[in-house]
């Protein structure tokens, strides 16, 4: 399974939740962290959850595990370690104020 591959079946998992402004950045020779950061909003920390159970479920259909998850217990950020991609889901006001999207912004923007 390639990273493409992954990408789309998290991209759907998040949509099929609802989440909302679904952002993939392709970070490939800036971090040697990861090669992906997803970033997606949820409306609350019911939606945010569901958000990650279903990224979980979707994944582990096609035999993708992650390394592990952080922030479960604050709910407001999120964070899913797949290895090469890393998934972070926000409500509103944590995704405005960590605001990846600028850290990350000599990325590249990975559209559908």
């Known amino acids: 399974m390639d990273n493409k591959e992954i990408l789309q079946t998290i991209r759907k998992a998040l949509d099929d939740k609802k989440g909302e402004d679904i952002v ?3 970070v490939t020779g800036i971090s040697v962290m990861m090669d992906y950061i997803v970033i997606c909003t ?10 990650v ?4 479920d979707e994944l582990r259909k096609i035999s993708v595990y992650q390394d592990h998850t952080e922030g479960v217990k604050g ?8 290895k090469d991609i890393l998934i972070n889901i926000f409500d509103k006001e944590a995704r405005q104020f960590y ?9 590249k ?4």
Do not use: P, T
């Open 24 to 26: 993939i950045i392709d």
């Open 75 to 82: 709910g407001n950020w999120i964070l899913m370690d797949y």
């Open 99 to 107: 605001d990846l999207e600028h850290i990350w912004s000599d990325g």
């Open 42 to 51: 949820g409306n609350n920390i019911n939606q945010i959850r569901a958000l």
């Open 109 to 112: 923007r990975i559209e559908e």
């Open 53 to 56: 159970d279903n990224v979980e």
